[in-house]
């Protein structure tokens, strides 16, 4: 009896995890050396997160914006200094990412409070791409 009560609990348990396909789409964001991306993951075709990456040679920029019933409910934006060196090893160079910028915006009913304009022109850049995917 008590294995059968487990095994209900179990299924119950994993039944709200698994709930759902969790599904991920990557985009084109823009020309940079080492790379950009913006993935867009959703679950029962509801998006749940958004990532946006650029790498360029000295620096990299991500956005992280995570959803909650289909409404954005934060945006993270970080930048990195990338600091490049060589290798006294080796013939390939050294990266070194280095923080040097950190923001978290909340959503509020007229939008992301208190987002400078150039980070709100580089936001807005992604979310039109994600916007104009196809579903």
């Not at 990299?60 to 990338?82: D, I, N």
Request: glycine letters at 8%.
């Amino acid at each position: 009896m008590r294995s059968l009560f487990l095994l209900l609990a179990s299924v119950i348990v994993c039944q709200g995890i698994f709930a759902g396909e969790l599904k991920t789409e990557v985009l084109d964001w823009e020309k940079a050396c080492g790379g950009s991306a913006i993935t867009v993951t959703t679950k029962d075709g509801q998006v749940v997160l958004i990532e946006a990456v650029a790498t360029h040679f000295a620096e990299t920029r991500e956005w992280s914006c995570p959803f909650k019933a289909g409404q954005m409910v934060s945006a993270t934006y970080q930048e990195h200094q990338l600091i490049r060196s060589s290798d006294p090893d080796g013939d390939q160079g050294v990266i070194d990412s280095k923080l040097k910028r950190l923001e978290v915006f909340s959503v509020r009913e007229r939008g992301l409070d208190g987002m400078e304009d150039a980070l709100k022109k580089d936001f807005d850049e992604f979310m039109r791409i994600v916007k104009a995917r196809k579903r």
